[in-house]
């Protein structure tokens, strides 16, 4: 009985099928889910990488000021050990380890510094000996027969932190003794990152006012500065000492407040305390008049730049932008005479949606100023000069047509005039006149240019003139976007 109980269960476990080859398939199976599981888990990571790596390389280039904080690199085990020895080796003088100061918080990739420089060579002629003295009156203007360098452009622009960029000017310039003339032109700081769409400028700049004016030469459509601008804003342009508060405005178009206030000396606040040229008796002058030494006194004696601009979509292939500017403050004919300036532009381009690089585009661009300069009596004079007030007003309006890739021709007519006054009859920047200036461009490159224009001129103190100028730019090495 026993034996046949052994047979029946040896019958049973032998016919049975074994049990370890399941248990190797399952084995198999969870070896190949876990090995799915880690090579989808490596791709996974490699592709977050890569996708993380590309986030901060457009990030850079389509927004600089933004911020994301860093995380500071893996430390060594060499430097695990020697940073306790670090932490107790500075002691302040009161006995406490000093704390570690905080890292602060700053942009992958934005410790940039861009470095470029630019030149405008002229050359031409002009049915006057020294166009200097009553024609090209602008600083950057061709000022003699034959060459002229009058820019040549060292121009620094970077990320100071991440709450700042600088952007520092500096110009080179040739007399007409060729002597080399070297002026910081603007440097100035500007906030990147402050609530409620605002910005903060401070330092060395151009004003706001008007489109022209914050432009540097290698912008312009043209060889010269327009006549109204000389008028009010003198050689130099309207730049200063200060500070710029701007608001972008919530508004369905662009919509955006500037308010400077500047400190307002110099010859490049031309119309405000400005010293003035001496005249043959060594006494400084404006439009006639001596001028004292007006110093700060107080908040009215500093110079306020207002500003409102907008532009418009009128169509999908044309905009418009508007503008209103002002300036406001002192000037050193007397201690209590001041200037006010009012100001309007306009700009239109049109450019169709098939432009082949950027071509063909119209643009048309347009400035009316007027001023009023209040100025003092002047007892110094052999023959004293009343008091009286200098009222000056022009325009300037401007078509360039980009016709095809790399070409483009363009027309501006100037005109301005100001009121009978007793001050210096041969003073160039007083009296009527009025100038029409086309020009054509080549531009072989986005770094170099060819222009040439003629210029009919016609004022109250020279009669007629005519003037032909060639213009060749070139640049070096970066150089950042330009404003709209």
Do not use: C
Not at 83 to 99: I, N, Y
Not at 137 to 152: E, S, T, V
Not at 240 to 249: D, N, T, V
Not at 275 to 288: C, F, I, L, Y
């Amino acid at each position: 009985m026993k034996l046949k109980t052994i047979l029946a269960w040896s019958s049973v476990l032998f016919l049975a099928p074994p049990a370890f080859p399941a248990d190797d398939q399952v084995q198999q199976l969870k070896l190949q889910l876990r090995q799915m599981q880690e090579d989808f888990e490596k791709t996974r990571r490699q592709q977050q990488a890569q996708i993380e790596s590309l986030s901060q390389k457009l990030d850079a280039l389509t927004n600089p000021p933004s911020v994301v904080s860093v995380r500071a690199p893996a430390r060594t085990a060499e430097q695990k050990k020697t940073a306790p020895e670090l932490a107790t080796a500075v002691v302040p003088a009161g006995g406490q380890t000093a704390s570690p100061p905080p890292i602060p918080s700053a942009r992958a990739g934005s410790a940039y510094l861009n470095l470029s420089y630019g030149t405008l060579l002229s050359a031409g002629w002009s049915s006057v000996p020294d166009p200097s003295a009553q024609l090209q009156l602008g600083d950057h203007d061709p000022i003699k027969r034959g060459f002229a360098l009058r820019n040549a452009e060292i121009t620094v622009d970077g990320a100071v932190d991440p709450y700042f960029k600088g952007f520092a000017n500096i110009v080179l310039k040739l007399s007409k003794d060729n002597e080399t003339a070297v002026e910081l032109e603007e440097s100035f700081l500007q906030s990147t990152s402050l609530p409620a769409n605002l910005q903060l400028k401070a330092g060395q700049y151009f004003a706001a006012f008007g489109r022209q004016n914050p432009q540097h030469p290698h912008t312009w459509a043209f060889v010269d500065q327009p006549l109204i601008l000389n008028r009010a804003f003198g050689p130099e342009g309207l730049r200063s000492i200060g500070a710029q508060l701007s608001w972008l405005a919530p508004t369905p178009f662009y919509t955006e407040f500037f308010l400077s206030v500047l400190d307002g000396q110099g010859g490049t606040a031309f119309s405000f305390r400005h010293p003035g040229e001496p005249d043959a008796t060594g006494v400084n002058r404006v439009a006639g008049h001596a001028t004292i030494d007006r110093t700060l006194r107080g908040a009215h004696d500093l110079l306020y730049v207002p500003r409102v601009a907008a532009s418009f979509e009128l169509t999908d292939t044309t905009t418009l932008l508007a503008g209103l500017s002002g300036a406001f403050g002192p000037n050193a004919t007397g201690p209590n005479n001041r200037t006010e300036l009012y100001g309007v532009d306009l700009f239109w381009k049109w450019k169709p949606p098939a432009a082949a690089q950027g071509f063909p585009y119209v643009t048309w661009q347009t400035e009316a100023l007027y001023r009023r300069f209040s100025a003092a009596a002047d007892l110094v004079r052999l023959t004293p000069l009343r008091a009286e007030t200098l009222r000056d007003s022009g325009a300037y309006s401007q078509v360039v047509y980009g016709f095809k890739p790399r070409w483009n021709a363009g027309l501006r007519f100037d005109y301005v005039n100001g009121n009978a006054a007793g001050s210096n009859p041969g003073d160039p920047f007083r009296g009527e006149r009025y100038r029409v200036s086309p020009e054509l461009t080549f531009l072989p490159s986005e770094f170099s240019k060819i222009r040439l224009q003629y210029n009919y001129d016609h004022g109250d103190l020279f009669g007629t003139a005519h003037s032909i100028w060639m213009q060749l730019e070139f640049g070096l090495g970066a150089h950042a976007a330009h404003k709209y």
